[in-house]
């Protein structure tokens, strides 16, 4: 039997994303992340979840090999450094950063800074959205 | 002079994802969605912030050629049809689509249904997050 076309997982409301906690090269673990890839099963991206709450700051400077990244904002105020340039945050913001780019990232406001960070190999996307999908005959069939 | 390593779009906060509109090849055009690729430069992914109101449902369903698709639920309640089979998503859900999974997706609550959807190429995420990472030298140089 063919596996399924789908995967799905529930991190919980983003007050509950200090619940997870994941290893570090840097700093030994980081309470308020969860990466996507394993439980899902991706293989064309990485994908996370994190949390910052007010005052923090990531205490470090990365950039990467081969991957983009994409910081996408869903909640709070932060600011975003990359290469000595500070980028200002919020809700709906985001901001690509190319492999090479030293990157960090804090929390400015009074809550906590919630975002999302998508990792792909940069240079492989090369339809976009639209272009890439195709019709499937049929109308959805919802039950109820 | 090099490109910087870094671009910003701010799409608003989510209640004015509808400010938003974009050409559709079924649909003709639709409020409530906005393509980060061009706007950010994007080269391995392409990303779009949506919203459904109270009642609406995707009146059609897709599939792609080469490109997984993460659907990542931000705000309110709804659910999503993979091949026949209903995925009930909230705050923090993710729910990955291979790139033959026919897909669609309907708002079930009662405020606006508000979601990410990241494509890349499948198969070409060779390295996960932490792996693809590189520390660099220096502490973050924030002003202020």
């Known amino acids: ?25 840097l700093l030994g673990k980081v309470r308020g992340k969860v990466f996507l890839k394993e439980p899902l099963a991706l293989t064309g991206m990485e994908v996370s979840f994190g949390a910052l709450p ?11 090999r081969e991957n983009e990244e994409l910081y996408i904002f869903v909640k709070g105020r932060g600011e975003v450094l990359v290469d ?10 985001a ?14 406001g009074a809550e906590d800074l919630v975002y999302l960070v998508v990792q792909a190999r940069a240079g492989t996307m090369a339809r976009g959205t639209i272009e890439d999908g195709v019709e499937v005959k049929g109308k959805p069939a919802w039950r109820g």
């Open 54 to 64: 007010p005052g923090a700051a990531v205490p470090f400077l990365h950039a990467h």
């Open 84 to 93: 000595g340039e500070t980028i200002a945050v919020s809700e709906g913001s």
């Open 1 to 25: 039997m063919p596996a399924k076309n789908w995967s799905y997982f529930h991190a919980g409301a983003w007050k509950d994303i200090y619940l997870h906690e994941v290893p570090h090269p």
């Open 95 to 108: 901001v690509r950063v190319a492999p090479a780019g030293a990157r960090s990232w804090r929390n400015t």
